[in-house]
């Protein structure tokens, strides 16, 4: 079990890692800014999975519906960036909640089903409606988050840190507690008077809008909005297998999970098409060995 | 005292088939009623539209005089009503006391932390069920008793009025039953209302101030545990009463030995199933297994077809089965008609019977077809629909034909009765006699409706709590091992 203790070393982690850009390179910083705002993407979506206990195979679609109403408010109306970002969030949440409401009825694989076909259909919006939203080759944002490495790698560690200890927070509250009762046993969890859909319902929208935010500011990094980095099912399946990598129901696994599979990426770029072949190869062999993922194995010992 | 429990003309169906019929029933404030029924009867059906898992379609539930039927199960949950679920699911990374805690906290997304007395409320309710040597374990490390225990402390934490128990001692050694009854009437003395839901008068009968019998879906009886086992409809449930045995072909004297069980023991993690069970089928013989529902009938044919491990020795025609696969076990000749049928619902009656002859060569697939068409006529008529869409009789005659399309040397049937009504019973039940008078079919029944068992039967065993507590004919069932059965 996790003690008191875990708040005061994530503190102490994330200060450490505020150290990093007086001693590493600009690349290396570069590649950590894009692996917090998918440790957010992940975190997210464990919260969704390993507590509420819904698999959610679209991940990309609240994030590229924040990323994307950020990006078009930018672009056409020019509103500040931490305007568009909180826009982003909350037109996430309530893309998230016209899907699931309708899905969260179904039982067995639908949910997850339904959460597939939001992305495909996000995505086919996005390239049917090229003339706004710049189709396949995406949207030049006038505004950027930051110049500089530093900054940029700054601001997406502040905003992971401050992401991740909400969430992480919140999973081991006593609302934590009940997602988790609601998402292994529904029906235990009923008849000890909680309203599960309720507390499913909160969940997806906590995971909605972190995801939301994330993926608007990434793309304030970026400088571009593009389906490719925000909504294509490559992203999401990234974000999945970052998750579960990781280890479920853990929350910082899932973070730890993100910068591993963005930071192998990178330093297998040399291998060229082998390189995603050779990270999958890896996750794959991960999650059949070690279901628990890296943080499960080392805080449960779980094998199963 | 008042009721604190009253439900009257309860109803469920589903589909077409009416689990639950018109039923009443009513318990005061420090009452235990035993509600019983053999498998199938719906009373667990009655127990689930209690706690509002299923809606009701007609009916009314008052909880202390406030209707509750129709409410969604937390909303009941919180006028006043617990449950304690027969398999225990807690909460496998969260300690004992954070699984008590769990049930303390309120249906709120806003209070992240529990409130100062819940600890404290936790540690109380852990001493009452003498959770609290172990509060902060893992529920993975304890045994199966107090992983009971953990049950009853959640189904009690938020003091309900009313307190559901679903089959209060399965699986509890002699020692643990007297405990967990001392817990239950303890919620009597505490004027709660206790349903305990059982298959027997003799599991609850020590404990129930009352006890209702019900079968089929219907109140058959109400009173006290004597008045209930005196009742003619529950006595012929249980013992079969008045049916008599079907004439059958003279046994052979010496039968030589097809299955021989020996010492037979089965785990399920700290649950032990089976207990050293020996048994013995001859060529040609129709041996039924009797026993209730979680005696352990399931288990011991798993064990036998290899669906389960166990220690001991399962001879099958001489061969030890040891280190078999099931897949292997079966191609040897034995084949096993499981409970849950297990037929492929968007095939068509046709196919399915097809797909068990597979293996046949074409010509003899197509005679032995012929064969069983005539054996089970409604199948005849039913060969292009959808095996899904036929009655649970129909089905289950299509899970025998299937098997029987497989050439068994050693047919398993186990609880083919399950969910079935009289007039169903009686067609499958001519349709086993043809099949016993006209082929030499080896049978194994597994059944707890002995007036289905006992009729067919060369030899009967009967089950309990996973082991053989008698071995006899049919004919000396009724006087001999009839009693222990009610």
Redesign the interface.
């Known amino acids: 079990?996790l003690k008191s203790k875990t708040f005061p070393s994530l503190v102490g982690i994330l200060l450490l890692l505020a150290l990093l850009p007086f001693g590493v390179s600009g690349y290396i910083l570069g590649l950590l800014t894009l692996g917090y705002y998918t440790a957010v993407f992940a975190m997210s979506w464990d919260l969704l999975f390993g507590f509420a206990g819904e698999v959610n195979f679209g991940p990309s679609f609240l994030i590229g519906v924040g990323a994307y109403t950020a990006g078009l408010l930018n672009h056409y109306y020019t509103w500040p960036i931490w305007a568009c970002v909180i826009s982003g969030g909350a037109m996430s949440i309530i893309a998230g909640l016209l899907l699931a409401v309708p899905a969260l009825r179904l039982k067995g694989p639908y949910f997850g089903l339904v959460t597939l076909v939001a992305v495909l259909m996000l995505q086919n919006f996005i390239v049917l409606f090229a003339g706004i939203t710049g189709g396949e080759i995406g949207l030049d944002l006038p505004d950027v988050l930051a110049v500089d490495d530093g900054s940029n790698y700054w601001i997406a560690l502040a905003f992971m840190g401050v992401s991740g200890l909400i969430l992480f927070?919140?999973s081991r509250?006593?609302?934590g507690?009940?997602l988790?009762?609601s998402g292994?046993?529904a029906?235990?969890?009923?008849?000890?008077?909680?309203?599960?859909t309720?507390?499913k319902l909160?969940a997806f929208c906590i995971s909605a809008l972190f995801s939301g935010l994330s993926g608007a500011m990434l793309i304030f990094y970026e400088g571009t909005v593009s389906v490719g980095t925000v909504v294509d099912i490559a992203v999401g399946v990234q974000v999945i297998i970052a998750a579960v990598l990781g280890g479920r129901?853990t929350i910082l696994g899932a973070a730890l999970g993100a910068v591993f599979l963005i930071g192998m990426g990178e330093m297998l770029r040399p291998l060229g098409e082998a390189s995603t072949f050779v990270v999958s190869a890896i996750a794959l062999v991960t999650i059949m060995f070690v279901p628990g993922g890296f943080l499960g194995a080392l805080l449960?010992g779980e094998k199963r | 005292m008042k009721n604190l429990l009253e439900v009257t003309g309860l109803t469920k169906r589903f589909g077409g088939l009416v689990a639950v019929k018109d039923m009443h029933l009513t318990i005061q404030g420090g009452e235990i009623l035993g509600l019983i029924g053999p498998n199938g009867s719906g009373k667990s059906t009655v127990m689930k539209l209690i706690?509002?898992?299923e809606r009701p379609n007609a009916g009314s539930v008052k909880i202390d005089g406030e209707e509750v039927a129709g409410l969604?199960?937390?909303q009941i949950?919180?006028k006043g009503v617990?449950?304690v679920?027969q398999h225990s699911?807690p909460?496998h990374?969260?300690?004992v006391l954070?699984n008590i805690?769990?049930?303390l906290?309120p249906?709120?997304?806003l209070?992240?932390?529990?409130a100062a007395h819940v600890e404290e409320r936790a540690h109380e309710i852990a001493r009452r069920v003498h959770l609290d040597h172990v509060v902060n374990r893992l529920p993975g490390t304890l045994p199966f008793a107090d992983l009971r225990r953990l049950e009853l402390a959640?189904a009690i934490?938020?003091n309900p009025k009313v307190v559901l128990v679903d089959e209060p001692f399965a699986g509890l050694t002699a020692p643990e039953v007297a405990d967990f009854s001392n817990l239950i009437a303890s919620f009597r003395e505490e004027g709660h209302a206790v349903l305990l839901v059982d298959h027997n008068v003799k599991g609850v009968a020590n404990l129930s101030d009352r006890i209702l019998a019900m079968y089929l879906g219907e109140f058959i009886t109400e009173g006290s545990a004597e008045d209930v086992m005196r009742n003619e409809t529950v006595r012929r449930v249980y013992l079969g009463g008045a049916i008599g045995h079907a004439a059958r072909p003279e046994a052979p004297e010496m039968r030589d030995e097809l299955l021989r069980v020996e010492n037979v023991s089965v785990f399920y993690g700290k649950a032990q199933a089976l207990e050293d069970v020996s048994l013995h089928v001859g060529r040609g013989e129709f041996v039924s297994v009797v026993g209730l529902n979680g005696a352990g009938k399931t288990t011991l044919f798993n064990a036998i077809s290899s669906l389960v491990p166990s220690t001991g020795v399962v001879s099958f025609d001489g061969a030890d089965l040891d280190g078999k696969t099931a897949g292997q076990i079966a191609r040897g000749g034995i084949v096993q008609c499981p409970e849950s049928r297990e037929l492929f619902g968007e095939m068509s009656v046709r196919e399915n019977l097809d797909l068990g002859g597979h293996h046949l060569p074409t010509e003899e697939a197509h005679q032995r077809l012929e064969w069983l068409l005539d054996l089970f006529p409604i199948l005849k008529t039913r060969a292009g629909q959808d095996a899904r869409t036929l009655s649970g009789g129909e089905q289950q005659m299509l899970t025998i034909a299937r098997a029987l399309m497989m050439k068994p040397r050693l047919l398993i049937l186990d609880e083919p009765t399950l969910g079935l009504a009289p007039v169903i019973l009686e067609q499958l039940s001519k349709a086993l006699e043809t099949l016993r008078q006209t082929t030499d079919i080896t049978v194994l029944l597994g059944e707890q409706n002995v007036t289905f068992a006992l009729p067919h039967a060369d030899r009967v065993y009967v089950l309990e709590h996973g082991r053989f507590v008698w071995e006899g004919p049919p004919d000396r069932f009724a006087t001999e091992a009839g009693a222990q059965f009610l």
């Open positions: 079990m927070g919140l509250s006593a609302v507690l009940i988790q009762a292994q046993d029906v235990q969890a009923g008849a000890l008077g909680f309203n599960v309720k507390h909160a129901r449960h | 706690m509002g898992i969604a199960s937390h949950a919180r617990g449950i679920f699911r909460l990374r969260q300690t954070e805690k769990l049930a906290l249906d709120s997304l209070q992240l932390f529990a959640r934490a938020r």
